[in-house]
């Protein structure tokens, strides 16, 4: 005894001191010798076995006095196999003709069309869903939606096509790694980015990451390896040689993806990609050589339209046509020309659609006036005119400090609408709101154009502390000089979308926060001259306010400073223009003078690009691995995120086996080394996995926990065969299962005597085949087949099926639950929607896994609420609806046969 521990006891200080005696053998703990294949054993009854796993099985019991339990029948075998395989019962035509196929190879046959099925991938699928932590929402309290779909039609398809086990791994764990990585490949790799996500305010962005990474480290460890590393995080793991130090190696290998803790709540946060399905492939396909003919059809016009441009041009030079500039997109235009007077009618719009304006109209501050006024006077009772001089085009609105120009609500746009603005500036003072839609307050919520410090300042804020964006030119603007500025935003939440440019040119900016991830709830008027408070009013001459409600072109900003007139320009030498004026005065030719022929082939190609475009920006995209720049991996002391200890780089744990040589030290290197031959783990847990699927429970019934507080395997041999066989096939996941279930152990009768209840109540060693209750998806979907109204289609968006209203009210912000209509009710449960923070009841209900985190181990109750569900439950009460349309209809005509026909289904 030490440290004040109890002595051990008698009986193990003698074991312990015989064994010294004995010469104190010792060898790793049996999980981390690698397995070899090991000779049949030797049995009486050689009749019954009808593969190798039957002489194991049969050894076994033999030790312990047991003999093996006859066939079952062929109705129930067909059952029992196609329930196991695919999730769904046996049709009775099936039935019947397995029932009546007298040939040697009829069981066989089942099993081979039932392996070709879509049902089994689809089956196999579940099984993986759950060990990936596969949800359509991110978790937490935000809990939003996201789009990983296409990732779960991967797994699909993978086991579909039946993709070697080793192959499915180095693809989920580092398919983006591979050479001359394929779309597929890296969709692949959703595996380590289904894990939860925080949107939540007020989070510390690299705690989360760090416990995304660390979900990673656990994940993968039990997936593969069987062991409970987490257990490492905080502290050296108690019971396995798995030292701290080693778990933050792991950590290391996915330490490098470039994401963010704190996330975008309303769908996928990058790395992402776009995953079209093959139908949409198809649209694009069809998109792109449609654009492709109206391009060579437009390119087909360019003598024609070089000759029209230039008989143009000798006729405009000496012309008085108004000056032209980028008209497409443009929603306000305020030229500040002696008056407020606005361009494109949007006044006159907006009020002849009966809009109510909010505010007292007499008060020249209100909120939403039916047309620009000016505010911002200290006497608000007063009359007051905003001051105009002569600007660079016409006059110019005199700013001082003060007054600014009230617009109304006439240019909302929310943080996924592209849009531009653009105006001539005259400053006077290095600080200032130039244009905004915002909360007239400091750091208020809306998007504006400012100045600090000279430099041009952009602010897209929903809450200043950690929601917005915000962009800053590198290089200031020379005051009391006039500057043409136009910033353009694209709609896609980043900061690398922004653009701003000076007098036609691109400036250099910095980002200084970039975490657009919210929708802005905007009711801001739009204002020149003011945004965020009092203190940020203009000072200096604003010309020309443009607003657009796309994000024009660099060539398109390039021609709004562009002053000469398209007479003038026309009047200068080809040659001797600038390309800002060449392109100003090429786009007023097609915008307004080209033929109608050239016009119409313009527009064909514009608006299939413009379709295109919005096609492609609906195809669903898919978070995927990345590995971005090297970041330094500690030990993290006690498992906080900010308790940096000792530096690591990535490795393995000195127990397991090391990288073999050649293998790079990253991702794609641990990958192949998870299914190694060297790795002990990996067959050993896998297979263990399929066992636990066909048999209730696995031969290590830890599934989860190789280690030494792991149970050890009831058949260590058998074990050992499964997984060299499985590696010696290829990882041939369909050849193994098909191995297990065409073994006489897999197709005895379950029915139970006294004698094996007493010896063996739990069924490990297999004297008879296992009974164990449907797991919950094959509850529900055995329902809706039997009933008729199972929709069988492979893949696709999640569907909503019925489920009691108001739960998702009681734990979401505001969101409603909606069943779908007509076949989403009815699709295999594999595609129903799970939100995490409210799990589908009739899964949870019946055990299924909650997706919060990796699930391998199934787990089986049996409680009331089940009861309830299939008593309430609008799916089940349609179910038994249709079933009893059904048997009317084809279970004969008197009761007997019809409970009989009923019993079959």
């Known amino acids: 005894a030490y440290f004040g521990l109890p002595k051990l006891p008698g009986r193990e200080i003698e074991l312990i001191r015989r064994w010294i005696e004995q010469g104190a053998q010792w060898q790793k703990h049996w999980s981390f010798i690698p397995p070899e294949s090991p000779p049949l054993p030797q049995v009486k009854n050689k009749e019954w076995p009808r593969n190798p796993i039957d002489y194991f099985v049969l050894a076994r019991l033999a030790r312990e006095g047991l003999t093996v339990s006859p066939e079952a029948d062929r109705a129930t075998l067909i059952r029992r196999l196609t329930l196991d395989l695919t999730g769904l019962p046996p049709t009775p035509v099936e039935v019947e003709a397995f029932l009546n196929d007298r040939s040697p190879n009829a069981y066989e046959k089942v099993?081979?069309?039932?392996?070709?099925?879509?049902?089994?991938?689809?089956?196999?699928?579940?099984?993986?869903?759950?060990?990936?932590?596969?949800?359509?929402?991110?978790?937490?309290?935000?809990?939003?939606?996201?789009?990983?779909?296409?990732?779960?039609?991967?797994?699909?398809?993978?086991?579909?096509?039946?993709?070697?086990?080793?192959q499915f791994t180095v693809e989920q764990i580092a398919g983006d790694l591979l050479p001359r990585a394929t779309r597929d490949e890296v969709i692949a790799t959703g595996f380590n980015r289904n894990h939860r996500t925080s949107a939540e305010g007020g989070i510390i962005d690299e705690e989360f990451r760090v416990a995304y990474v660390v979900d990673r480290v656990d994940t993968t460890s039990t997936v593969w390896l069987g062991l409970t590393i987490g257990c490492a995080r905080c502290h050296d793991h108690k019971f396995d040689p798995i030292a701290q130090k080693e778990y933050y190696q792991l950590f290391a290998y996915f330490n490098n993806v470039p994401e963010k803790g704190f996330v975008y709540n309303f769908g996928n946060e990058e790395p992402y990609i776009k995953a079209p399905t093959p139908q949409q492939e198809a649209k694009l396909e069809e998109f792109d050589r449609k654009i492709s003919a109206a391009k060579r059809s437009y390119d087909g016009l360019e003598p024609q339209l070089v000759r029209s441009q230039r008989a143009w041009e000798r006729w405009v030079r000496n012309s008085q046509i108004p000056d032209w500039s980028v008209r497409d997109g443009l929603v306000l235009h305020f030229p500040l020309d002696n008056n407020l007077r606005e361009e494109t009618g949007v006044y006159d719009r907006l009020n002849s659609s009966g809009r109510q304006p909010s505010g007292d109209q007499k008060e020249s501050g209100a909120d939403d006036p039916k047309r620009p006024v000016i505010s911002g006077a200290a006497n608000l009772t007063a009359s007051v005119a905003l001051p105009f001089v002569p600007g660079k085009v016409g006059m110019a609105g005199s700013f001082d400090g003060h007054l600014f120009v009230n617009a109304g609500k006439v240019a909302y746009f929310n943080y996924l609408d592209p849009f531009s603005l653009a105006a001539w500036l005259y400053p006077k003072a290095p600080n200032g709101a130039i244009m905004s839609s915002v909360e007239d307050v400091h750091e208020g919520s809306g998007y504006g154009l400012y100045l600090r410090d000279a430099k041009l300042r952009f602010h897209y804020t929903v809450r200043w502390t950690d929601l917005g964006m915000r962009l800053e030119t590198q290089r200031p603007l020379e005051l009391n000089r006039w500057h043409q500025v136009v910033l353009t935003y694209d709609g896609k939440r980043k900061a690398s979308g922004v653009k701003i440019y000076v007098d036609g040119e691109d400036q250099p900016a910095k980002v200084l926060f970039d975490a657009m991830v919210w929708p802005l709830d905007n009711k801001a008027p739009f204002r020149i001259g003011a945004g965020e408070g009092p203190e940020d009013r203009f000072r200096g001459y604003i010309d020309e306010v443009r607003v657009y409600n796309r994000a024009l072109s660099p060539e398109e900003a390039a021609t709004l400073p562009v002053l000469e007139t398209v007479p003038q320009i026309a009047a200068i030498t080809p040659r001797k223009r600038t390309p800002a004026q060449a392109n100003k005065i090429a786009y007023c030719f097609l915008d307004q003078f080209s033929p109608q022929d050239i016009q119409q082939a313009r527009r064909a190609l514009t608006d299939l690009e413009r379709d295109r475009e919005a096609y492609y920006d609906a195809i669903p995209t898919v978070m995927v691995m990345k590995e971005g720049s090297p970041r330094g991996a500690f030990v993290l002391k006690r498992g906080a995120y900010d308790a940096h200890g000792d530096k690591v780089s990535a490795g393995l744990p000195h127990v397991l086996p090391p990288l073999p040589e050649g293998y790079p030290n990253n991702r794609l290197g641990l990958a192949r080394w998870l299914v190694n031959r060297s790795n002990p783990l990996t067959a050993r847990v896998t297979v263990n996995r399929f066992w636990q699927m066909l048999f209730g429970v696995g031969l290590v019934k830890t599934v989860t926990d190789?280690?030494?507080?792991?149970?050890?395997?009831?058949?260590?041999e058998l074990l050992d065969w499964l997984a060299t066989e499985f590696m010696d096939s290829g990882w041939n996941v369909k050849a193994i299962l098909k191995t297990m279930v065409m073994s006489a152990t897999y197709r005895q009768s379950s029915k139970v005597t006294p004698a094996l209840l007493e010896k063996d109540p739990e069924n490990r060693l297999l004297a008879r085949a296992p009974r164990f209750r449907l797991p919950a998806q094959v509850v529900r979907d055995q329902a809706l087949a039997v009933s008729g109204l199972l929709v069988e289609k492979v893949g696709g968006p999640p569907v909503k099926p019925y489920q009691p209203p108001g739960l998702w009210e009681e734990v979401s912000f505001g969101d409603t639950y909606k069943p779908d209509d007509g076949d989403g009710l009815y699709r295999r449960s594999l595609y129903t929607f799970w939100k995490r923070t409210v799990a589908p009841p009739a899964m949870v209900t019946f055990d299924a896994a909650d997706r919060e985190m990796c699930a391998v181990r199934i787990t089986r109750t049996n409680t009331p609420l089940q009861a309830l569900d299939l008593m309430n439950d609008v799916t089940y009460l349609e179910a038994s609806r249709k079933l009893a349309e059904r048997v009317i209809k084809e279970g004969g005509s008197t009761p007997q046969t019809r409970i009989d026909y009923a019993f079959r289904l």
Not at 115 to 144: H, I, K
Not at 706 to 716: A, K, L, R, V
């Open 111 to 166: 099993v081979d069309r039932l392996l070709r099925s879509p049902r089994y991938a689809e089956n196999m699928a579940w099984q993986w869903l759950d060990a990936a932590r596969y949800a359509d929402t991110n978790g937490y309290q935000s809990d939003g939606v996201r789009s990983m779909w296409r990732w779960r039609d991967w797994v699909i398809d993978a086991f579909n096509r039946n993709m070697p086990f080793n």
């Open 706 to 716: 190789f280690g030494s507080q792991g149970e050890w395997p009831t058949n260590p």
